[in-house]
């Protein structure tokens, strides 16, 4: 078993998160921590409060993972004198690497949103606010006939799902040519000498941010010494990638039933809604954590109602002259679903990676700072 760095558990935490995905005005990524440092234990949280870094500290973990960010506007001091200088301080004390996932993670497939979209019950999800789409790529390798199926299985985990179709390529036959030089060390063939060899021509579809990790894989894999491949940007737009998600309930029901239901599907100690108690729900528009900015892109889409947390009086008000219903939630109780989601599929994917020594803890002390 081995011992990861931070900077090897940042790759992975990236590849839940992609840092890529996060909104312009927002600070996720790594927050205070030593790259090259060893990590046996990790707790993972919503915030980053001093009791939460007690608790961490007290764990013996060596890294906090928050989904909101430790440090969000510039800091122009790090003095003890301030809390957020007191928070940096006892990280660095202690040894305790920070980092946060925010928006990267809100975005992101299979991140807050989806799986937020999943305790509400609401299916067939697509973002609420699309912003870009996935940026795609095409691998293609030369490979000798015999190692097809191995370096095709090598690059498998790494290539991008048609729908609901996975480990897609495509192969034909060909004829590779190629003459070793002096220094050469040919798999086939002897140096001064041409060689014709049977290939097959290797054509998969990767998404660019796993692009540097297929390359690396592909020539581990290969039995040439010099593998020939090529890189074809795409114009295909991919998946779309964006704030919130809308999707269906399997079976309508009525606007207060709902806001019941999600009362406890989120163990949520209480929720407002506005509009008639009557209104008939069956297409849902959803963003965890603050998202009543995207109350009109709810409307637009013909939502029935958009569940989401922070309302402001007058966000209901615009609810109410748009005729959508409004759900508010909570912050806290739509976003601290997170925290055993990242324990887990960290605590997975370090483990896949060889790093089963490494274990990933879920904090259980938070509380929503409001009372109802």
């Not at 960290?346 to 409001?370: H, K, M």
């Amino acid at each position: 078993m081995k011992t990861p760095k931070l900077s090897d558990i940042l790759g992975i935490i990236n590849k839940i998160a992609p840092p890529g995905l996060a909104e312009s005005w927002d600070n996720s990524g790594l927050q205070v921590g030593d790259p090259d440092a060893g990590i046996e234990r990790i707790m993972v949280s919503l915030d980053a409060t001093p009791a939460v870094m007690e608790a961490a500290l007290n764990a013996s973990c060596q890294l906090l993972v928050t989904h909101h960010p430790l440090l969000f506007k510039p800091l122009k001091t790090l003095s003890t004198a301030t809390p957020q200088g007191k928070l940096v301080h006892a990280a660095i004390r202690g040894n305790l690497a920070v980092i946060s996932i925010h928006t990267s993670y809100d975005v992101a497939e299979g991140g807050l949103n989806d799986l937020l979209a999943e305790r509400l019950g609401v299916y067939g999800c697509r973002p609420l606010q699309a912003a870009s789409g996935q940026d795609l790529c095409k691998l293609v390798v030369f490979v000798p006939c015999d190692h097809l199926d191995r370096v095709r299985t090598v690059l498998f985990p790494l290539t991008e799902a048609l729908g609901n179709y996975r480990d897609c390529s495509f192969s034909a036959p060909g004829e590779g040519t190629f003459t070793p030089q002096t220094g050469a060390t040919p798999f086939i063939g002897a140096v001064g000498s041409m060689e014709k060899a049977p290939e097959q021509r290797l054509e998969l579809l990767i998404e660019r941010s796993n692009l540097t990790r297929a390359v690396r894989a592909l020539l581990a894999a290969h039995p040439y010494e010099e593998p020939a491949f090529d890189i074809y940007p795409l114009l295909n737009e991919g998946k779309p990638l964006g704030l919130g998600r809308v999707g269906s309930l399997a079976e309508q029901t009525n606007l207060a039933d709902y806001a019941g239901w999600i009362k406890k599907a989120l163990n949520a100690p209480g929720l407002r809604y506005a509009g008639n108690p009557a209104t008939v729900i069956k297409k849902v528009a959803l963003c965890s954590g603050s998202g009543a900015s995207l109350l009109r892109a709810a409307s637009r889409c013909g939502a029935d109602v958009l569940v989401t947390g922070d309302v402001k009086y007058h966000d209901a008000r615009d609810a109410l002259d748009l005729g959508i219903a409004l759900i508010d939630a909570g912050h806290f109780p739509s976003e601290i679903i997170m925290v055993d989601d990242v324990a887990e599929r960290l605590g997975r994917q370090l483990s896949e990676a060889g790093y089963g020594n490494c274990c990933t803890v879920p904090c259980r002390i938070e509380l929503d700072p409001f009372r109802v």
